[in-house]
């Protein structure tokens, strides 16, 4: 064989060679970079260190608050019932109170008044007569006490207020009006004390 055909067939597998080489480097490269991009997109759409976190812990926050404001309301709303049924049981008491002890005074001036009325002529001018019928007037004016004089002689008969223990014929008075009152009632606010005792007219 020639010693010029050798040589170039030899210079053909080299260049072959390095074709093949460089092929080989160029679809690396490729890979490389096509490998880069798509770590870089996966990077870009993962959220930043810390703020999944700190939405977390703000939704942490926000309903930490919002049992707290509810637990703030209902307690508070506990407590204004509270004092209000303390401030009714107060004032039922002192009502309870006022009532027992009047009721308890009521008879003493039912003497009075029955001594009074009972008083010769003659006595009204004694010191000590004169004595007593200031301490009666002083009991009756329990006005500024609260407490009215329940004294319906001429007015309708009411059950409510009034007691009454028999019936009169009558001609001057209406029917179903109180013809006669044979004991004051008395009252403390809504509250009868006593109903006055009456007669009533047919």
Known sequence: MPIGGE????????????????????RNTTNNAADTAASSAA??????????SLESQLSVAQAKANEYLDGWQRARADFVNYKRRADK???????????????????VIDDFDRAISNLPADATNNDVIKGFVLIHRKLVLLENAGVKLIN???????????EAIGQDESDDVPSGHITKVLQKGYL?????LRPALVRVAA
């Open 89 to 107: 049981e107060r004032d039922d008491a002192y009502q309870n109170g006022s009532v027992d002890a009047l009721k308890k005074l009521i008879p």
């Open 152 to 162: 319906p002689a001429g007015e309708v008969f009411n059950p409510a207020f009034h």
């Open 188 to 192: 403390y606010g809504e509250t009868v």
């Open 7 to 26: 040589y170039e067939r030899m210079n053909d597998t080299s260049r072959n060679a390095q074709d093949t080489t460089s092929n080989a480097e160029e």
């Open 43 to 52: 990077g870009n759409a993962e959220p930043r260190a810390g703020e999944g």
